[in-house]
């Protein structure tokens, strides 16, 4: 089984989604789009593989908004492979901006959200065996509107956080978030971005350090749920 993972940029690694995909048998292909060199001018030009090359498609987050259009060189490609994939019935997975996408692809849309959602928000969830109540970690300021024929299954109080459709899923949070993934972004910009909303970065940097171990078993749950689902498979044992 082949899993492309799309990387949108170099301070989105995907964590235990990835460990978790490669406990069950999958080989991992990691696709950056835009380059480190490139992350102030990110409107590179990219060509995105056949999504009928793969077993599945993980779209990750990224610091953009998928109607910004310094990366609309990009994104447009990006929509197309989505909504390509979901109609040839290869299962994606979408990932806060990559949720976003799946839900543009598909004929939703993406909007400003009224207020961004930064550090770990608990989630109202229609299905705890799919999508636990966390608390979920969250860093974003964009949501999407759900597209037709979608269920949502979790939401906060700001935004729609899960949705399936067919055999696609998007999530608005990280369950991919570390330690060392956070420590990226705060050194990228998300430091700045928080104490300009009275947020202290170090004290979430703390909260995301003790709560890893256990944000990653939900992390494990909820993969091994949707591959479940997805694909009719029972999960591989381990941790």
């Not at 998007?170 to 956070?182: A, D, L, S, W």
């Amino acid at each position: 089984m082949r899993a492309l993972l799309v990387q949108h940029d170099h301070v989105s690694p995907s964590g235990p989604v990835g460990e978790r995909l490669v406990h069950h048998g999958y080989e991992v292909t990691e696709l950056m789009v835009v380059p480190e060199e490139r992350q102030h001018t990110p409107g590179v030009v990219f060509d995105f593989p056949d999504p009928e090359e793969w077993d599945l498609i993980v779209p990750m987050g990224a610091p953009w908004s998928v109607y910004d259009p310094a990366v609309a060189s990009w994104v447009e490609p990006e929509l197309r492979m989505l909504a390509a994939a979901h109609r040839a019935g290869v299962p994606v997975f979408g990932v806060c901006f990559g949720g976003q996408a799946l839900a543009a692809a598909l004929g939703g849309a993406v909007e400003r959200s009224p207020s961004p959602e930064m550090g770990w928000v608990d989630v109202e969830t229609d299905d705890p065996s799919l999508v636990g109540p966390g608390p979920w970690f969250q860093f974003h300021f964009d949501r999407w509107v759900l597209p037709p024929g979608a269920v949502e299954v979790a939401r906060s109080a700001v935004s729609s956080q899960a949705f399936v459709l067919g055999r696609s899923m998007g999530v608005q949070f990280h369950p991919e978030i570390t330690t060392e993934e956070f420590g990226l972004w705060a050194a990228h910009g998300a430091a700045a971005l928080m104490r300009a909303r009275g947020i202290d970065p170090e004290a979430v940097l703390a909260e995301v350090q003790r709560d890893e171990a256990e944000s990653t078993r939900r992390t494990f749950a909820l993969i091994d749920a949707f591959l479940e689902r997805t694909n009719g498979r029972t999960p591989a044992p381990g941790r």
